[in-house]
């Protein structure tokens, strides 16, 4: 496994290189699948005994009408009755050695071949999945998931198809075949330049027809990839679908989709059998007419029998040899649009990039509760999707260690932003970030991420059990540790209900718990990670009212001494926080405690009087009637 894991990420670098020096893989000369050498070279002994095997097979199998000449000539030319009978019987014996021969060399090449093709597919696999984890956000703002998941299962599997068979009986055949070139040349010179003249004038087609393939192999996959995508997207968001009563007009537009792929695929197989059918009725015409004059020279007494014979398995081997060559020239066409589509995800670069000479923070104090200091100095920065638009502008914010500061304001004020600047998901435009004294684009990214720990409004629940999903945070935990966290996240009791307790298989995405139980559990994995410096982006908003008090009695203990930077839309959850910052359109507009706030932020005011007035109508309302009640 280390050995293939190295070869992994030697063969990532490798790619990473010429990608850079030659630019995108589409434009290189030597053709896309050249881009697969570098998954290869790790495995050069196996190669080597895949290419020996192949060769000794195609000898093999060349063998074979040189012997069955032997035959002929020898064996049933002989007038004594006994010497014709030892004759036969020592030829056919030649004739079983190269069958047996043959048998062995091709089970060893198809052994050491099909390995290659898992081999390095399950390689590929896993360099193009590890490239596009550490893919920024905005990676995922022009790529589609689905996309990704059709060039991880479909691409690789063409590329499979070639490394791990259409290649080696590419190769193979076309040993084969020259080897039978070669003897009919040797044989019959006359006769099989005039063949080849033939042949070359089949081949120029070919070729030209091949770069048509190649085009609508590429646009095969991408349509596929648009009707996965499109799977992938609906698939995750069932309950709103069906709660639109919108499944037969989601199906129609998979429907589309797939009759688009369809449609591209159908157009590559007709150029692609109207390129197999010239290519071989044009090679078998041409060797037919080499074969019709071998059998004049025959009935001229040039050649024997033995000879004719010999030209006739040739000629069936130098066929079926371009027969199979022409389906592997399709293959290698289709896999070469698939490896381009896979050699784009390699090529791609996050924004977001690791610092050449990373420095380290600040080593964390023996008390692990010491919060973490975050500086926003002047920051400005605009989403690639919205390049118009000021996600955060010129905003400057200091936050002090185990301090815990609220951002509130109206949606698309910044929030989230700011926590996907600490977070270092993007890169500011201007300005610096800085953690503990220290600019996060100077820090390693693990290194950075491991000091934050995050509550996300949408709970990630993976498809495992509950123990696995609270320690996803820290790995390393024991179970003691995970099951303290449950308890301080108010979920231990749920979680030792379930059918396995804390064993439990939660199901894709957590559909087994209820809102409130995942986000829990999401405040679990954040107390167990005991990070720092805490992001908590609306950590209670699917709990009811009891839970929510109890799971924020939980979170001030998991607060203390902590930084903790809260987004709250309900401001009642923060009205005791240190600071309250509050933003609208990416700018700043006022800090200060609640009491301060209500008396000269009209923004805050606003949301207070909406919020607190509505909740103070309630209470009134529910009092009238319960006084309505009693009289």
């Not at 014709?84 to 079983?96: D, I, N, P, Q």
């Not at 590419?170 to 070669?182: K, Q």
């Not at 951002?407 to 004020?413: F, K, R």
């Amino acid at each position: 496994m280390a050995s293939s894991s190295t070869a992994t990420s030697t063969a990532v670098t490798d790619v990473n290189a010429v990608a850079e020096a030659d630019g995108p893989t589409k434009s290189r000369s030597i053709g896309p699948l050249a881009a697969l050498l570098p998954f290869l070279r790790p495995y050069r002994g196996r190669i080597a005994l895949a290419v020996l095997f192949l060769v000794l097979a195609a000898l093999a199998t060349l063998a074979f009408p040189v012997a069955l000449k032997a035959l002929i000539d020898n064996g049933l030319v002989a007038t004594d009755p006994g010497e014709r009978m030892l004759a036969l019987r020592e030829h056919f014996g030649a004739l079983f050695a190269v069958g047996v021969a043959l048998g062995l060399f091709s089970a060893a090449r198809f052994y050491f071949v099909t390995w290659l093709g898992e081999r390095v597919t399950a390689d590929l696999r896993s360099a193009v999945y590890a490239h596009v984890l550490t893919q920024s956000p905005a990676f995922f703002e022009t790529t589609r998931s689905g996309e990704v998941l059709s060039r991880l299962t479909a691409d690789t599997t063409l590329v499979q198809t070639v490394v791990g068979s259409s290649l080696s009986m590419g190769l193979r055949n076309t040993v084969m075949g020259l080897g039978a070139l070669a003897m009919l040349i040797f044989t019959n010179p006359v006769v099989m330049a005039q063949v080849l003249g033939v042949l070359t004038l089949v081949v120029l087609p070919a070729l030209i027809v091949g770069r048509r393939v190649r085009g609508l192999s590429r646009a095969s996959q991408d349509r596929l990839a648009d009707a996965s995508a499109i799977a992938s997207e609906v698939l995750v968001a069932m309950p709103v679908v069906q709660s639109h009563t919108a499944e037969a007009r989601e199906a129609r537009r998979f429907s589309d989709a797939a009759e688009r792929a369809f449609t591209t695929a159908i157009r590559r197989t007709q150029v692609r059998s109207a390129l197999v059918a010239f290519i071989i009725s044009a090679t078998f015409g041409a060797l037919l007419w080499g074969l019709y004059q071998g059998t004049q020279a025959v009935m001229r007494g040039e050649i024997s029998a033995g000879h004719l014979g010999q030209t006739v398995v040739f000629v069936v081997l130098l066929t079926s040899s371009v027969a199979v060559l022409a389906e592997v020239w399709g293959d290698l066409l289709r896999a070469a649009g698939a490896t381009e589509r896979l050699m784009e995800l390699l090529a791609a670069r996050s924004p977001v990039a690791e610092p050449a000479q990373p420095r380290a923070l600040p080593p964390r104090a023996a008390d692990a509760g010491r919060g973490a200091s975050v500086s926003l100095r002047d920051v400005l920065f605009h989403y690639p999707s919205r390049p118009q638009t000021a996600a955060l502008d010129h905003v400057s914010l200091e936050v002090k260690p185990g301090e815990t500061v609220a951002l509130v304001g109206p949606s698309g004020a910044g929030k989230s932003t700011v926590f996907q600047m600490l977070l270092r998901f993007y890169d500011a435009q201007r300005g610096e970030v800085l953690f503990d004294g220290v600019p996060v684009q100077t820090v390693a990214l693990a290194e950075l991420r491991s000091r934050i720990g995050l509550v996300p409004q949408d709970s990630v629940i993976f498809s495992t059990s509950a123990l696995e999903n609270i320690r996803y945070g820290r790995p390393e935990a024991s179970d003691e540790e995970v099951f303290a966290a449950a308890r301080a996240a108010q979920a231990d009791g749920f979680l030792r209900a379930l059918p396995e307790g804390y064993a439990t298989y939660l199901g894709e995405r957590g559909v087994r718990l209820s809102g409130g139980q995942r986000q829990r559990l999401a405040i679990a994995r954040a107390i167990l990670k005991d990070a720092p410096l805490l992001l908590l982006d609306e950590a209670t908003s699917a709990l009811d009212s009891e839970s929510e008090r109890a799971v924020q009695a939980a979170l001030a203990e998991a607060m203390r001494g902590r930084t903790t930077l809260v987004i709250a839309h309900r401001l009642a959850t923060v009205i005791h926080a240190d600071r309250i910052v509050v933003l609208e359109a990416g700018r700043i507009v006022d800090i200060g405690s609640h009491a301060e706030l209500l008396q000269r932020c009209a923004l805050y005011q606003r949301l207070a009087a909406a919020q607190f007035d509505s909740a103070a109508a309630v209470s009134s309302s529910e009092a009238d009637a319960t006084s309505a009640e009693l009289s």
